[in-house]
């Protein structure tokens, strides 16, 4: 589903409750991606900056917040929003539009709300292999070292611990949603990398990383919690995800929550770092998904701190995902 089909769908809806719309493509490659006029009865014509999203969940609420300021009249047009992030959006008073023609607007005087309507097409990534569980493994794969999509099938497996039979099913799915272009006969490239980049976060937050949670816990002593920095973690098996990733990427934040990522056996997890399984604990610890060596010793690869702390959704986590994709990502997409 692109752009242009989520604004035509949520003109043609608009058109129910006589609201007539005009769009006009932006020209540049910045974040608005065009204008939207609306023409209402008994009202002049109002023009709002527009950007289009396929989906808008909490990690994009402080991005838009701040657009909502910097590109006023600014509405945000979307294939789908979220109840939860609907009711953000109105209570920060920021104008969105659904394809369904759901709508909040409030400008010059003029309040409308529309709710409650069902899209009554609805674009599904059913069927496409490229973003299921194993699908995800690989394009992290390819996201941090894009030359991997022109390797052997059989390493590209290997290498993310994926059965060969699956890579040729999750190629055709790239290729099928246009992140994967056909440059000859034996090289690919990725194509639209910064949006494959924010489908696999909001993927990756919806169907991998569930799978991937060994469980919540507490440190014996609380004061580890406080002194993280210091715990030894094993070479290569264990990582700091998260907001002690970005801490080690920015030296910015200051961990609410601790994140894990490791290889290491349950009881050897808790030996070794005195952690007690606790629901309501403040270590959150997952199993590490990639076979590969990183970096960094003690911190995932900046793009997953990048997506952990995008998925977290408030202020200072999406503040410093942006400091990490400023310094360690913005070259690459």
């Not at 949520?10 to 020209?27: M, P, Q, S």
């Not at 659904?98 to 909040?104: D, K, L």
């Not at 590209?156 to 272009?181: C, D, K, S, V, W």
Request: charge should be neutral; aromatic fraction near 12%; hydrophobic fraction near 35%.
């Amino acid at each position: 589903m692109n752009e242009q089909y989520i604004i035509q769908n949520a003109i043609h809806n608009l058109h129910k409750d006589e609201i007539r719309a005009e769009w006009r493509e932006a020209t540049n490659d910045g974040f608005i991606d065009g204008k939207l006029t609306l023409h209402m009865k008994y009202h002049p014509a109002v023009v709002l900056n527009v950007a289009v999203k396929k989906e808008l969940r909490g990690m994009h609420l402080t991005i838009m917040e701040d657009k909502a300021r910097s590109e006023a009249p600014f509405m945000i047009v979307a294939n789908r929003i979220f109840p939860k992030v609907k009711q953000e959006l109105k209570e920060k008073q920021i104008n969105y539009l659904e394809a369904s023609g759901n709508m909040f607007l409030l400008m010059d005087g003029l309040y409308i709300y529309i709710d409650g309507r069902k899209n009554e097409v609805t674009a599904t990534t059913g069927g496409n292999r490229a973003f299921t569980k194993t699908g995800l493994q690989v394009i992290f794969q390819f996201l941090i070292e894009e030359e991997w999509v022109n390797r052997p099938y059989r390493e590209i497996a290997q290498r993310t611990g994926t059965g060969l039979g699956n890579i040729n099913n999750i190629f055709n799915g790239l290729a099928q949603e246009g992140y994967l272009l056909q440059l000859t006969k034996n090289e690919q490239k990725l194509e639209n990398k910064k949006q494959l980049l924010e489908k696999w976060i909001l993927e990756y937050e919806k169907r991998l990383k569930p799978t991937l949670n060994i469980g919540t816990f507490r440190f014996l002593k609380e004061e580890d919690f406080y002194n993280w920095k210091e715990i030894p973690l094993k070479n290569q098996e264990t990582y700091w995800g998260g907001e002690p990733a970005g801490a080690i990427y920015t030296n910015y934040l200051r961990p609410e929550e601790l994140t894990i990522y490791t290889a290491e056996e349950w009881n050897d997890l808790i030996r070794n770092y005195r952690l007690v399984p606790d629901k309501q604990g403040n270590v959150k610890v997952f199993k590490k998904f990639w076979k590969h060596d990183l970096v960094n010793e003690n911190a995932v690869h900046p793009l997953l701190a990048y997506a952990d702390l995008m998925n977290k959704g408030d202020r200072r986590c999406t503040e410093t995902a942006q400091r990490i994709y400023d310094e360690y990502l913005q070259d690459k997409f």
